[in-house]
């Protein structure tokens, strides 16, 4: 069983920074894109951003220029690095591996990570 340890979530004042990590327990094979996903009460989980193995990134708008996502390969190691944070980025963000479709499991998701933004 494949776990996907996350750790960098806290509180902070708006305007501060905040790095969270991602780190599957073993490789996994067939990705197709490693992101971070945010979720409020209430809410679905929405696609904060997304890396794919050529390191081609994608965001969500309402954090574009915010936020950074990378991956060190050596470390297995996927980083959302998340700058400028505003009241309305308070949520818990999730770190999913999406796997191609043919794959069982499809997808390894973290426990989830709190972040809140606050004066």
């Known amino acids: 069983q494949i776990q996907i340890a996350e750790s960098g979530g806290g509180s902070v004042q708006p305007g501060e920074s905040l790095r969270l990590s991602c780190t599957p327990s073993?490789?996994?094979?067939?990705?197709?894109?490693i992101g971070w996903y945010r979720q409020t009460p209430g809410e679905e989980r929405d696609l904060v951003a997304t890396?794919?193995?050529?390191?081609?990134?994608n965001y969500a708008d309402s954090v574009k220029g915010r936020f950074t996502i990378s991956r060190d390969w050596r470390k297995r190691t996927t980083y959302l690095q998340m700058d400028n944070l505003k009241p309305e980025d308070t949520a818990v963000y999730y770190c999913?591996?999406?796997?191609?479709?043919?794959?069982?499991?499809?997808?390894?998701w973290g426990q989830g990570t709190q972040v809140i933004v606050s004066e």
């Open positions: 999913g591996v999406k796997r191609a479709g043919w794959t069982v499991p499809n997808a390894y």
């Open positions: 073993r490789p996994i094979t067939d990705i197709v894109t």
């Open positions: 890396i794919t193995l050529a390191d081609s990134t």
